[in-house]
């Protein structure tokens, strides 16, 4: 069984940072991409970023040159830089994994979700 638990959200002012983390636990072969998404009420879950396993990456128009995704494959987790945080922002933000819990079986796992707040 894998697990993806992400923490870091929070409330911030807009024009502040934050930086969410996501770690994946349990029986895992190999990490294939990771990313981020997040939902605002009343709106659809969209992509935020993602990274593959070789470290390539991309953003969501509204993430270029504001958010940062990293990674840590020893500890296979992901990480979200945000910066010049807008209230735009506000959602509950959830890490995603593609998986080989096997050589052969792939697996896409989802966290909790982590609700980031940006406001006065």
């Known amino acids: 069984q894998v697990q993806l638990v992400e923490s870091g959200g929070g409330l911030v002012q807009p024009g502040g940072s934050l930086r969410l983390s996501c770690v994946a636990s349990?029986?895992?072969?190999?990490?294939?991409?990771m990313g981020w998404y997040r939902q605002a009420p009343g709106k659809q879950r969209e992509l935020v970023a993602w990274?593959?396993?070789?470290?390539?990456?991309n953003y969501a128009d509204s993430a270029k040159g504001r958010f940062t995704i990293s990674r840590d494959y020893a500890k296979n987790a992901v990480y979200l830089q945000m910066n010049s945080l807008k209230p735009e922002d506000t959602a509950v933000y959830y890490c995603?994994?593609?998986?080989?819990?096997?050589?052969?079986?792939?697996?896409?796992?989802w966290g909790q979700g982590t609700q980031v707040t940006v406001s006065l």
């Open positions: 349990g029986t895992i072969y190999a990490t294939n991409i």
């Open positions: 995603n994994a593609d998986l080989l819990i096997t050589m052969s079986a792939r697996l896409e796992s």
């Open positions: 990274i593959t396993g070789g470290g390539g990456t």
